[in-house]
Antibody, heavy 121, light 106 residues
Framework: QVQLVESGGGVVQPGRSLRLSCAASGFSFSSHSMHWVRQAPGKGLEWLAFIWFDGTNKYYADSLKGRFTISRDDSKNTLYLQMDSLRADDTAVYYC??????????????WGQGTLVTVSS | DIQMTQSPSTLSASVGDRVTITCRASQSINNWLAWHQQKPGKPPKLLIYKASSLESGVPSRFSGSGSGTEFTLTISSVQPDDFATYYCQQYNSGFTFGQGTNLEIK
């Protein structure tokens, strides 16, 4: 079955960096585009970043202002999110999400359990 | 950017009730809309995609309809397992979620 397991979360000081990982299994990772979505405590869902199945295209939410970078290593079936210049309002649960393509549109079909990032001094 | 607005924010219902949640897009998204269910402390789960297509394994009491800018999610007979928060999400242009609707026990 599809499994997405995030790791790398924790407590980090403002201005520092953190890299999240998402280990995928149970499906052909290299055939799927992938996303990162986050959820601040008690809040709704916010899409962050998207990487095509072959890694050739990447898209980001405007709100990130270039601080985050999505990448993938298909040899390790792993998705990454490099987060730089972290701020208190980046505190959230970060989800790795698989997508499914339908006529050139991509929707989210499987979500990982999430990893909590807390930005605090 | 496309904005998604859900109503109501909170919905109180009893087991067996029929409930409907509405989602409006700030511009046409054709039928590129998904609905996700989230329970406390858990990740979201896909229920509906392409506005009305039921995801495999999802009970048939869930249904979706709409196109363009107005969409609905209906639960025909609410079950105890359905009390959760529901999010609509457009994927026509970028990816945007509604603010969520909390379905609570009356």
């Amino acid at each position: 079955q599809v499994q997405l397991v995030e790791s790398g979360g924790g407590v980090v000081q403002p201005g520092r960096s953190l890299r999240l990982s998402c280990a995928a299994s149970g499906f052909s990772f290299s055939s799927h585009s992938m996303h990162w979505v986050r959820q601040a405590p008690g809040k709704g869902l916010e899409w962050l970043a998207f990487i095509w199945f072959d890694g050739t295209n990447k898209y980001y939410a405007d709100s990130l202002k270039g601080r985050f970078t999505i990448s993938r290593d298909d040899s390790k079936n792993t998705l990454y999110l490099q987060m730089d210049s972290l701020r208190a309002d980046d505190t959230a649960v970060y989800y790795c999400v698989r997508d499914r393509e339908d006529q050139g549109k991509y929707y989210f079909d499987y979500w990982g359990q999430g990893t909590l990032v807390t930005v605090s001094s | 950017d496309i904005q998604m607005t859900q109503s109501p924010s909170t919905l109180s219902a009893s087991v067996g009730d029929r409930v409907t949640i509405t989602c409006r897009a700030s511009q046409s998204i054709n039928n590129w809309l998904a609905w996700h269910q989230q329970k406390p402390g858990k990740p979201p789960k896909l229920l509906i995609y392409k506005a009305s297509s039921l995801e495999s394994g999802v009970p048939s009491r869930f249904s979706g309809s709409g196109s363009g800018t107005e969409f609905t999610l209906t639960i025909s007979s609410v079950q105890p397992d359905d009390f959760a928060t529901y999010y609509c999400q457009q994927y026509n242009s970028g990816f945007t979620f509604g603010q969520g609707t909390n379905l609570e026990i009356k």
